[in-house]
Structures are given as C-alpha cells and as structure tokens.
C-alpha cells in the first residue's frame, strides 16, 4: 500500500503543462483543465447525473461527447488538424488525446521560434472547439459549414475556426 502512495507512483501519468505566455490565461487554464478531463462534455455531464436531453457530441451528432471526440476524433477536430499541420507544414498530426496534441508542440518543431507560434496555434485551435461547441449548445445554432481563415488573416488569436452558423 505505501509503495503505492510513493512519488513515483504519484508521478506516473502526469503531465506538466508549461503556460504559454502569448495568449491569454484563460486559454492556458483552459487547456490545462481540457488535458485532465475537467470540463463539462455531455458525457462528463450525464456521469454526474445532470439532467440532459442528449449525449451526443453537438457538432456531429454521430458520438458521445467526451473530450477526447470533441477535441481529436469528431469530423471537425480532424479537419481543423489536417488544416494545421497543412499551414504549418508538418507532418498529418494522429492524435487520440488532448495529452497528443499538447505534446506535438514539443516534438514536431525544433526551431524555438517556430515552437512557439505553433503552440499559440494549438491552444486557439482548442480554444474555438469549444468556443464553437457552446455557441451550437448555449446558442442554438447549427453548425452549416467551417472554414479556417485564410493564412493572410491569421494572427495568433485569429488562427481559428470560422463559424458560419445559421441564424
Ligand atoms: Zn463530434
């Protein structure tokens, strides 16, 4: 039982989110929270038995809200992952967890400089996932269609997803 209980043991799993200091803290805080499952996902919700009509993820409809669908595998997250890694000119980025994509900062580029947009670029992504998500669920709107902006717009807060909602 101690050994159980050891730093060793208590470290096994963790992972350290260094903050990025170009955007805003909330967005750090955010992908922190994201990497260990703290945010309300319908399926998070229904776990905690909170009355909800649907678990199905709100851009799709096709699976369960978790973060991993939302972030990684729903049509929308791999499309806006293919876009970066196109932008970006890196390898197709295969990710199964939000852990995946925070660690292709470190991995994918050796250039600091490079890095360090491409970190900006990740959280934002993550950031207008579920910025886009609470506008379907808390807006009730539809998703119609997505697009990236176009490279001459982007900036590091404007690299996002462009919602065009039905009104
Ligand atoms: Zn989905």
Not at 33 to 61: H, M
Not at 101 to 112: F, N, Q
Request: glycine share 2%.
């Amino acid at each position: 039982m101690r050994g159980l209980l050891s730093p060793a043991q208590n470290t096994v799993g963790a992972f350290i989110l260094n903050w990025c200091t170009a955007v805003h803290l909330k967005i750090n805080i955010f992908a922190w929270r994201t990497e260990l499952d703290r945010i309300p996902t319908r399926q998070a919700l229904f776990k905690r038995k909170v009355n909800i009509n649907s678990v199905c993820c709100p851009l799709c409809s096709k699976n369960v809200e978790s973060v991993e669908h939302l972030f990684t595998s729903c049509f929308y997250a791999t499309m806006l992952w293919g876009y970066i890694s196109t932008w970006c000119k890196i390898p197709p980025m295969y990710v199964f967890s939000v852990r995946d994509i925070l660690k292709l900062r470190e991995a994918i580029l050796e250039d600091t400089k490079k890095r360090k947009a491409f970190e900006v670029i990740i959280l934002v992504a993550l950031w207008s996932i579920r910025k886009l998500r609470n506008k379907v669920v808390f807006g009730g709107k539809r998703v119609v269609l997505w697009r990236l902006y176009e490279e001459r717009k982007c900036t590091s807060y404007s690299c996002s997803i462009v919602e065009h909602m039905e009104t």
